[in-house]
């Protein structure tokens, strides 16, 4: 049996539609003053990591979602590249049909709630994109529930931008 290919159309990721998911993070001036705007982050389980990934271009089709439940994660590109990911409101159990697509340009960076569900991050304009990451050291280890869509349900997902 073949598998079903659903087609995710992008949105951009604004404060207002990616709320649910987390949070869009904008530049401000040195000195604001720390409030709501700026990431709220979770990393009292253990020890922050900060780092440079390296991603190969994979294109923008998946068939695996991951969540964490210890921390949140923030996610952006360097040199104001443009990417996309695909998350499902924070939960146990993964709801399939609400999984959304999002892209986000590389003026602003995103910060995914604990327990939200993503996959990503994907473009298909470079060779390779490096990304900033924000999570535990240990948050592939220990706090990685990943899921294969195409095992699980018989889908692959396809974002279109």
Not at 54 to 82: A, D, N, V, W
Not at 83 to 101: G, K, N, R, S
Not at 131 to 157: H, P, V
Request: aromatic residues 12%; hydrophobic residues 35%.
């Amino acid at each position: 049996m073949s598998s079903q290919l659903r087609q995710l159309k992008a949105h951009l990721a604004e404060p207002e539609n990616f709320a649910p998911y987390g949070q869009v993070i904008y530049p401000v001036p040195d000195h604001k003053p720390f409030d709501s705007q700026d990431a709220q982050l979770v990393l009292n389980q253990g020890q922050p990591r900060f780092y440079l990934m390296r991603l190969p271009r994979r294109g923008l089709k998946f068939s695996q979602i991951t969540h964490h439940t210890r921390c949140t994660q923030c996610l952006g590109s360097l040199h104001g590249k443009e990417w996309f990911i695909a998350v499902a409101p924070p939960a146990d159990e993964l709801q399939v049909d609400e999984i959304q697509a999002f892209r986000v340009p590389g003026d602003r960076f995103i910060k995914l709630e604990m327990g939200t569900w993503h996959a990503g991050p994907y473009f298909d304009h470079e060779e390779f994109i490096d990304f900033y990451n924000l999570e535990l050291a240990d948050t592939n280890l220990t706090d990685r529930e990943t899921i294969n869509l195409l095992q699980t349900y018989n889908l692959e997902f396809q974002i279109v931008p």
